[in-house]
């Protein structure tokens, strides 16, 4: 007799002989969102009858494998992970307790974020490019030598999926340029003989890269039937897109975020067409706009260890239960210092300093300036450093403030140094340059963020035109260049300075 334990929605017109399913998405089980690990610890609870010496044995490996899902952290998935945690902390496993040393994790201080990226990725990665029995192994090893053995040889091959996903990430991404492929609603890419164990993961980056639903296709060149995974943006439900594509799909399954099919390697062109025809019906602009969103409005004087400790109770954080994002309106920039491709703003607000990091946003972060006021928004954290914690602000986006950015003098100094430069009705540089002319024409630096904001400005006015190309700024005149005109008429302007208030 076999008996199959599932999660994933069901193709009901193709389900497989057996004596049960047992699947929380039949009608009937009121929560439908447990993650498989969750569906197979419901089977051994119900097996045992709820014996706590045996249920309290399975669960940390249920929680592990719920946050590894990435499947919402409410309802029972919320306490599997909860106690699963709590319990995983004082394990007597010895493979989990290796693992946790080889990674440099503390299994004292696991998090839902320790499992999410040290330990879930390092189980995974075995099964990704070989066969997951060493991680079977581990689990079940009981000498301590042994067990840090194969801790270290799952290490090692983490170290060769991140390689191997790097190598197709670099490849996909050739050939989204290469096809400008990133003008489609959905990007389909393929080729032949990328390692199907890690094409979810590349999909998985390409859509954070885009914001656009991808889908990553391992093609055979004996045209075996191709292997794809997808992953999905907030609003656009990717396995009811594949549905609508079954007639030339071979097999798929899986989730409104998440999902993987299997096709005919010549049926490809016509599946990009096909979901990309159905995605334009389904995807607004609403739902292709990235969002960040904020919980709550904070101070500086907020970000403290005792808010940080009382934020904690919130936890487990993941899908379906973020970790709080709060917004921080009108901080001035004191001092900016970056490190590899990380940057730290040191801000100030009435009487209050904090230096907050910002990480992996050296790009966003260098278009600001010392003196320039920024609206920023991100979580709030503790940071331990030689034994003391410290609290922080963690910046996960930055922006001009829409209180103060920008002032008539600013604006003015802009239009001069334009008005300056223009000659025959063009003016071709760059906003560095540009940035560079007025910082020294009128001895006062100017950040790019606020040149092309003002620059926005002249153009509300119908003062200018301009146009970012690959070789640079054009920037043009009109109408008005040569008018009087009043400020307030601009959108723009009313947006970033202190009027907005009143």
């Keep these: ?41 419901k089977l051994i609870y119900k097996m045992c009858g709820g014996d706590k010496r045996i249920t309290e044995k399975y669960l940390p490996f249920a929680a592990i494998g719920t946050i590894a899902d990435l499947v919402e952290l409410y309802d029972e998935n919320r306490h599997i992970v909860k106690e699963g945690l709590r319990l995983l902390k004082n394990t007597d496993n010895i493979g989990i307790k290796a693992l946790f040393e080889a990674c440099g994790a503390d299994i004292k201080n696991v998090c839902a974020s320790t499992i999410g990226f040290m330990i879930g990725p390092r189980l995974n990665a075995a099964g990704r490019l070989s066969s997951a029995d060493i991680s079977v192994k581990l689990l079940n090893e009981t000498d301590k030598e042994n067990a840090k053995i194969i801790a270290d040889e799952l290490n090692k091959e983490n170290e060769c999926r991140k390689s191997e996903e790097q190598k197709i990430l670099k490849e996909a991404l050739e050939i ?7 003008e489609n609603e959905v990007i389909v890419v393929a080729k032949d003989n990328w390692h199907h164990g890690v094409i979810g993961i590349v999909s998985s980056k390409i859509t954070d890269m885009f914001y656009k639903p991808s889908i990553v296709i391992s093609t055979d060149e004996n045209s075996s039937p191709s292997k794809a995974s997808g992953r999905s943006i907030e609003g656009f439900n990717l396995f009811d897109a594949l549905s609508h594509c079954k007639d030339i799909l071979i097999k798929f399954g899986g989730h409104s975020l998440a999902a993987g099919l299997s096709i005919e390697k010549e049926k490809i062109g016509s599946f990009n067409r096909m979901i990309n025809e159905y995605a334009k019906e389904k995807i607004t602009e609403e739902i292709a706009t990235p969002k960040i969103l904020i919980d709550a409005e904070c101070s500086l004087e907020n970000i403290s260890l005792e808010t940080a400790n ?39 607000k009435d009487s209050s300093f904090i230096t907050m990091p910002a990480f992996n946003m050296k790009d966003e972060v260098s278009s600001f300036l010392p003196g320039d006021i920024i609206d920023v928004c991100g979580n709030i954290g503790i940071n331990t450093y030689k034994g003391v914690d410290y609290p922080q602000f963690i910046i996960r986006d930055i922006r001009p403030s829409h209180f103060g950015f920008i002032n008539r003098k600013a604006v003015l100094n802009v239009y001069m140094i334009i008005k300056n430069l223009l000659g025959g009705k063009k003016l071709k540089t760059s906003s560095e340059d540009l940035a560079k002319l007025i910082s020294e024409k009128f001895n006062v630096k100017i950040s790019i963020n606020k040149l092309c904001e003002s620059m926005k400005i002249l153009s509300d006015l119908e003062l ?39």
């Design 1 to 41: 007799d076999l008996i199959i334990t599932d999660h994933h929605s069901l193709c009901e017109t193709s389900l497989p002989d057996c004596t049960a399913i047992i699947n929380p998405k039949i009608p009937g089980y009121p929560f439908k969102n447990l993650a498989g690990v969750g569906v197979a610890y």
């Design 176 to 182: 989204i340029e290469k096809d400008k492929l990133y």
């Design 310 to 348: 009382e934020l904690k109770t919130l936890e487990p954080f993941g899908m379906g239960n973020t970790t709080p994002c709060f917004c921080i309106n009108s901080v001035t920039i004191s001092q900016i210092k970056f490190s590899s491709n990380h940057a730290f703003i040191t801000s100030s």
């Design 464 to 502: 200018i035109e301009f146009k970012q190309t690959e070789n640079g700024l054009l920037i043009y005149e009109k109408q008005n260049f040569l008018k009087k005109t009043n400020i307030e008429k601009s959108k723009t302007y009313l947006l970033y300075n202190e009027k907005r208030r009143k």
